[in-house]
């Protein structure tokens, strides 16, 4: 009896060494991170903190490299063990004071970045209406020695179709037409003012750039139509090198590791505010997918660098930066895909930008999303434009994936805006940005097969034509194409 006993402990032992742990599948998987994040997500409350104790978060400033402090032992406390500075050399611009009077009349005005050290203009100004380059080729000669005033959207009741311009592309504009001063109206009503840069090289521009709220300049456009106008610009700031830090926390991939998936934000904001959408709704998103992949202990097959980008708002130095070193080091090749969250939240959908071999990657990947939430309404778009980190790495043929975001339009007036700050957060919309880019980045950096491969120059070349971005990339000396 006993021997009967013990070879049926021995069949029950042996069928339980040798019978395979069932695989979670991924409706499984992404129900346990929707989960996790929803009970335990860090974002709104580390960025509230960082508001609170850090403030803005100026590239080169005391309180920019107090913030890469903070996210750095983010990464830490979040049990990342390979974390880096990446610290790369910058001339950090900072404001000092100005002021314009028109026709000896004091108006509001903020000063736009990398203007000069230090400026004494008086011109007369001439309305450029939306200042792209048809504007001044209709008359070449109209700014010559004069200030140039210019709307930073499209006009109502300019012609149809028209493609808007980068401040900094129509700042680079005015100079190339001899203007000696622009002046920018912004498109939001009751007076707010907003800054930014107006160098398209992150460098020094020759001439004085500022800012003037929207009622100021549709007032200042009518005077122009019958009569002329005198602008007195007086304007000091500071340029200093400097050193800042990306922070690059990495989570080693367990099948093919030398393939790396890069999710970023930049990490800096501008000085007039907190930077509280601009960009902590999205950086301060990147760091809470980071912790759901080690609270979730998500281990996909390639390796995934999670990175707070700084100088984003002076140049997009340090994506620039990261990208010069791969290209350096021989890796480039090693980046195959770069998701960048910028001003990103509550997501609806997905935009992936390159050449795809499969569209139904990720049509498939947002219906799963959505079986998680039906807020997640699963749209998707394959186009791209610049002024942000993705740029530096798609412009290497790199593919690019960010979110259709829907967040409340009324944050958006206060865009580089000195109303910028924590109250306008949602804490909701911060979370689905977790939630939902968790699952996108889990998918991409597990998937067997990469829904896009890395573009070679002439493909990517042909992306950049049919995105519309020729004209503003040769405006802003990124065109690499001889013609």
């Given at each position: 009896?006993?021997?009967?006993?013990?070879?049926?402990?021995?069949?029950?032992?042996?069928?339980?060494?040798?019978?395979?742990?069932?695989?979670?599948?991924?409706?499984?998987?992404?129900?346990?991170?929707?989960?996790?994040?929803?009970?335990?997500?860090?974002?709104?409350?580390?960025?509230?903190?960082?508001?609170?104790?850090?403030?803005?978060?100026?590239?080169?400033?005391?309180?920019?490299?107090?913030?890469?402090?903070?996210?750095?032992?983010?990464?830490?406390?979040?049990?990342?063990?390979?974390?880096?500075?990446?610290?790369?050399?910058?001339?950090?611009?900072?404001?000092?004071?100005?002021?314009?009077?028109?026709?000896?009349?004091?108006?509001?005005?903020?000063?736009?970045?990398?203007?000069?050290?230090?400026?004494?203009?008086?011109?007369?100004?001439?309305?450029?209406?939306?200042?792209?380059?048809?504007?001044?080729?209709a008359n070449p000669g109209a700014v010559k020695g004069k200030i140039?005033?210019?709307?930073?959207?499209?006009?109502?009741?300019?012609?149809?179709?028209?493609?808007?311009?980068?401040?900094?592309?129509?700042?680079?504009?005015?100079?190339?037409?001899?203007?000696?001063?622009?002046?920018?109206?912004?498109?939001?009503?009751?007076?707010?003012?907003?800054?930014?840069?107006?160098?398209?090289?992150?460098?020094?521009?020759?001439?004085?750039?500022?800012?003037?709220?929207?009622?100021?300049?549709?007032?200042?456009?009518?005077?122009?139509?019958?009569?002329?106008?005198?602008?007195?610009?007086?304007?000091?700031?500071?340029?200093?090198?400097?050193?800042?830090?990306?922070?690059?926390?990495?989570?080693?991939?367990?099948?093919?590791?030398?393939?790396?998936?890069?999710?970023?934000?930049?990490?800096?904001?501008?000085?007039?505010?907190?930077?509280?959408?601009?960009?902590?709704?999205?950086?301060?998103?990147?760091?809470?997918?980071?912790?759901?992949?080690?609270?979730?202990?998500?281990?996909?097959?390639?390796?995934?660098?999670?990175?707070?980008?700084?100088?984003?708002?002076?140049?997009?130095?340090?994506?620039?930066?990261?990208?010069?070193?791969?290209?350096?080091?021989?890796?480039?090749?090693?980046?195959?895909?770069?998701?960048?969250?910028?001003?990103?939240?509550?997501?609806?959908?997905?935009?992936?930008?390159?050449?795809?071999?499969?569209?139904?990657?990720?049509?498939?990947?947002?219906?799963?999303?959505?079986?998680?939430?039906?807020?997640?309404?699963?749209?998707?778009?394959?186009?791209?434009?610049?002024?942000?980190?993705?740029?530096?790495?798609?412009?290497?043929?790199?593919?690019?994936?960010?979110?259709?975001?829907?967040?409340?339009?009324?944050?958006?007036?206060?865009?580089?805006?000195?109303?910028?700050?924590?109250?306008?957060?949602?804490?909701?919309?911060?979370?689905?940005?977790?939630?939902?880019?968790?699952?996108?980045?889990?998918?991409?950096?597990?998937?067997?097969?990469?829904?896009?491969?890395?573009?070679?120059?002439?493909?990517?070349?042909?992306?950049?034509?049919?995105?519309?971005?020729?004209?503003?990339?040769?405006?802003?000396?990124?065109?690499?194409?001889?013609?």
């Open positions: 009896m006993k021997q009967i006993a013990y070879l049926l402990i021995g069949v029950l032992c042996l069928q339980a060494c040798t019978e395979t742990k069932k695989e979670e599948s991924q409706a499984e998987l992404f129900s346990r991170i929707d989960t996790e994040i929803k009970a335990n997500s860090k974002g709104y409350s580390s960025l509230k903190e960082a508001t609170e104790t850090i403030g803005h978060r100026l590239t080169g400033s005391t309180n920019g490299a107090k913030a890469e402090e903070y996210t750095y032992n983010k990464f830490k406390e979040f049990g990342f063990e390979d974390v880096a500075y990446q610290t790369f050399e910058v001339e950090a611009w900072a404001r000092g004071e100005v002021s314009l009077q028109i026709n000896d009349e004091d108006i509001k005005v903020v000063t736009l970045g990398h203007s000069p050290i230090e400026a004494n203009v008086t011109g007369e100004i001439v309305d450029m209406g939306n200042g792209l380059d048809a504007d001044y080729a140039a005033l210019v709307y930073i959207s499209i006009l109502p009741n300019s012609e149809e179709g028209l493609s808007n311009l980068h401040r900094s592309e129509k700042t680079a504009l005015a100079i190339k037409y001899g203007a000696i001063g622009i002046i920018i109206i912004n498109q939001v009503d009751n007076g707010v003012l907003l800054t930014g840069t107006a160098s398209v090289t992150g460098e020094l521009i020759p001439i004085p750039a500022v800012c003037i709220g929207k009622e100021d300049g549709m007032a200042l456009k009518e005077t122009l139509t019958s009569k002329k106008a005198t602008a007195k610009i007086d304007m000091n700031n500071s340029s200093d090198v400097i050193k800042a830090r990306n922070v690059v926390a990495t989570l080693p991939g367990t099948e093919i590791p030398q393939e790396e998936i890069v999710i970023g934000g930049h990490l800096d904001s501008w000085d007039l505010a907190t930077g509280a959408i601009d960009n902590g709704i999205g950086s301060f998103a990147v760091l809470d997918i980071a912790r759901a992949f080690k609270a979730n202990n998500l281990r996909p097959k390639r390796t995934v660098k999670f990175v707070m980008f700084m100088g984003e708002e002076q140049g997009l130095l340090g994506s620039k930066h990261l990208v010069n070193e791969a290209i350096k080091n021989n890796t480039i090749e090693n980046i195959k895909y770069m998701m960048n969250l910028d001003m990103s939240g509550n997501p609806i959908g997905m935009n992936a930008g390159g050449k795809l071999d499969d569209e139904k990657f990720f049509t498939d990947l947002g219906a799963a999303i959505q079986q998680q939430d039906t807020i997640y309404q699963n749209t998707f778009s394959n186009k791209s434009g610049l002024h942000s980190d993705h740029q530096p790495f798609m412009l290497e043929g790199v593919p690019i994936l960010s979110v259709h975001s829907n967040l409340d339009r009324s944050i958006y007036g206060c865009y580089h805006s000195d109303c910028d700050d924590f109250n306008l957060v949602n804490e909701d919309h911060m979370k689905n940005t977790a939630r939902f880019g968790t699952m996108m980045l889990y998918a991409v950096a597990n998937a067997d097969k990469l829904p896009a491969t890395k573009m070679d120059s002439e493909t990517t070349k042909e992306f950049m034509i049919m995105n519309d971005l020729k004209e503003k990339l040769i405006i802003g000396n990124d065109w690499k194409w001889e013609e």
